[in-house]
């Protein structure tokens, strides 16, 4: 199972809106409603941002929001704050009974 | 308060066994799926293998199935992880991590995560 495709790398200025993709196949991201995306700041855990893939878990900010069409799945940031400055990584189920997770993209704020 | 401890990581030759342990609290452990999942210094997250909450279903990523072995102990609130015939690219941070599906179902996303134990494999 190949990784899911993120760029490598994206950046905005604070207040601006950012959107990191995630491209997959109909063997993932297309087929799955179970999309989900993690934030990971240097030296921690992953936290859930998205799952579902637009569903917000209790405690992240709205500002965080995600969609998908076809195969490739989207996360949005709006209003960037500079605590957003993060790797973040998206993941979808499979229909081989896997998860697969993307190469991981690095916000610059 | 939820949590994940894992334990059991360090410096292993190649060939060698390891066994990992995730210590669960806060939440009815045998009610959720469970995973491990590995980051290689420097790069991204990799999903190594899952089981149901019962423990009756287990799942492996191709890198690892045959090598790894994975098991919970849910009276003991206890995840684990067998793994034989390491190489240098099992070279890791393994983080365990919980599936907020109450029903058991596994792979809809990993909502906790622990703190994780390094693996390192090297003569």
């Known amino acids: 199972q190949s990784a899911l495709t993120q760029p490598a790398s994206v950046s905005g200025s604070p207040g601006q809106s950012i959107t990191i993709s995630c491209t997959g196949t109909s063997s993932d991201v297309g087929r799955s409603k179970y999309v989900s995306w993690y934030q990971q700041h240097p030296g921690k855990a992953p936290k859930l941002m998205i799952y579902?893939?637009?569903n917000r878990p209790s405690g992240v900010s709205n500002r965080f929001s995600g969609s998908k069409s076809g195969n490739t799945a989207s996360l949005t940031i709006s209003g960037l704050q500079a605590e957003d400055e993060a790797d973040y990584y998206c993941?979808?189920?499979?229909?081989?009974?896997?998860?697969?997770f993307g190469g991981g993209t690095r916000l610059t704020v | 308060e939820v949590q994940l401890l894992e334990s059991g990581g360090g410096l292993v030759q190649p060939g060698g066994s390891l066994r990992l342990s995730c210590a669960a609290s806060?939440?009815?452990?045998?009610?959720?799926?469970m995973s491990w999942v590995r980051q290689a210094p420097g790069k991204g997250l990799e999903w190594v293998s899952a089981i149901s909450g019962s423990g009756g279903s287990t799942y492996y990523a191709g890198s690892v199935r045959g090598r790894f072995t994975i098991s919970r102990d849910n009276s003991k609130n206890t995840l684990y992880l067998q793994m034989n015939s390491l190489r240098a690219e099992d070279t890791a941070v393994y983080y365990c991590a919980k599936d907020p599906d109450i029903t058991g179902t596994w792979g809809t996303a990993f909502d906790i995560w622990g703190q994780g134990t390094m693996v390192t494999v090297s003569s």
């Open positions: 579902d893939v637009s």
């Open positions: 806060g939440f009815t452990f045998g009610s959720y799926a």
């Open positions: 993941s979808s189920y499979t229909n081989s009974d896997t998860m697969v």
